[in-house]
Each structure stands twice: as structure tokens, then as C-alpha cells.
């Protein structure tokens, strides 16, 4: 099923079209709800199956792509702000502050608190937990994910974030392991053994790295 595709599921519609400045994304996205985005004959099929992309971000700044060149980094300092030269209004200043992942997130977790609360709640096509989904506090949040525009022009997005915890989780794993491998190797019986043999003894000559760190996934 799409919509779970949380590593390296393909994108099932042959036609789709990679958007985006990079291979990996920074988005914000949500599940296709048809009584909230709609759907004509004209829609993907399976559209319900998908994140849609709600924008694409900047990695570094957090600010929206298509507005990033028009943005303004606006100088709080109390000198600046009270001093005769142009300043823009506080209306121009949230116009560009608005722009920011963070400012989108929070208008779309409070909307989807307000959708989750709802009264008349329509049961979601295929995803039969959907409400409990929308519900979770960290349902619109930043993920890395691959874009595409479908045949039918809609924007979806694959969500790659998964793959950054696995590797987040294994790292650390991995790092632990290397310490205590390090602090054997600090034992004045393997330092001997070193030096007498050139190699260190069987129980620490293996030092974990990143190489391989993910083989067991395979």
C-alpha cells in the first residue's frame, strides 16, 4: 500500500514525474481524505493511497522553496527597528514569516485538531485507523521524502524519514559497541598482547564502523 511507504517502495504509477531540487526533500505532507481534498474522475485512482505534498521546503532555512528568493531575514535589533530608515510593516514582516516550515506545521496541526474533534466524521476510503492517525500530535510533521507529480497532476510524496531513524538507531548501537571495544583495548593485558603480537586479542581486535552497519537489514 502506498500511503505506508515509509522506505523504498516504487512509486506505482509508471508516468510519474520526480519533482523537487533534489533526490530527498524536506516536506510537510498529509494523507489524501477525499471530504477534505476532494476527488473527480479526473484523480489518481488510488489517490487516497498517498501523502500529498502540502509544500517543499528549504533544507537549511525551513523556508518554502517557491518563495525563498523573495524572502527577507528581517534584523530585530531594537536599534534597527526604531531607526528612520525603511522598515516594513508588521503585515509585510508575517507575510514572510508565514513562509517558514514551522508557521505551516502549526496551522495544519490546528486545523487537524479541529478535523480529528469533528462530530461527523466521514470513515476514510481505505485506511481504516485514519482518525486515530490524524489525532497524533505529530501527524504533519518535517519528513524527508521523494516528490512526484502523477499523470493526474497531483503531488505526492514517498516518505523517506524512516530510513534517517534506522540509521539514527543503528549508529548508536554501533557507537556503543565501539566503545566498549576501545575501553578493552585500554586493559594493560590486551596492550601487552599488542605489543608482544602486533595484533590486539580476538575479543577486541574488531573495531564496528559504519561499513556493513545496515547489512542485517538486507
Request: with cysteine.
Amino acid at each position: 500500500m502506498s500511503l505506508l511507504n515509509q522506505s523504498t517502495n516504487p512509486i506505482p504509477t509508471i508516468n510519474a514525474t520526480k519533482i523537487g531540487k533534489t533526490k530527498y526533500n524536506l516536506v510537510l505532507c498529509e494523507l489524501h481524505y477525499s471530504p477534505i481534498h476532494g476527488k473527480t474522475y479526473d484523480s489518481c485512482p488510488n489517490i487516497e493511497e498517498h501523502y500529498l505534498i502540502i509544500e517543499m521546503f528549504d533544507g537549511i532555512s525551513g523556508i518554502i522553496l517557491d518563495d525563498l528568493e523573495n524572502y527577507v531575514e528581517y534584523d530585530t535589533d531594537p536599534e534597527y527597528i526604531n531607526s528612520d530608515s525603511d522598515y516594513e510593516s508588521d503585515e509585510e514582516i508575517n507575510e514572510n514569516m508565514i513562509t517558514h516550515i514551522s508557521n505551516i506545521q502549526m496551522l495544519y496541526v490546528t486545523e487537524y485538531a479541529e478535523i480529528s474533534s469533528a462530530q461527523n466524521y466521514i470513515p476514510h476510503k481505505t485506511i481504516r485507523n485514519y482518525h486515530n492517525i490524524i489525532r497524533r500530535p505529530n501527524y504533519i510533521r518535517p519528513e524527508i521524502a521523494e516528490c512526484f507529480e502523477l499523470p493526474t497532476l497531483e503531488h505526492i510524496a514517498i516518505i523517506k524519514t524512516i530510513w534517517l531513524k534506522i540509521i539514527q538507531r543503528k549508529w548508536k548501537a554501533v557507537f556503543a559497541a565501539r566503545k566498549i571495544i576501545i575501553q578493552m583495548r585500554y586493559s594493560p593485558s590486551s596492550l601487552v598482547i599488542r605489543q608482544l603480537t602486533g595484533i590486539w586479542p580476538k575479543d577486541c581486535q574488531i573495531l564496528p564502523g559504519i561499513k556493513g552497519m545496515l547489512s542485517n537489514l538486507l
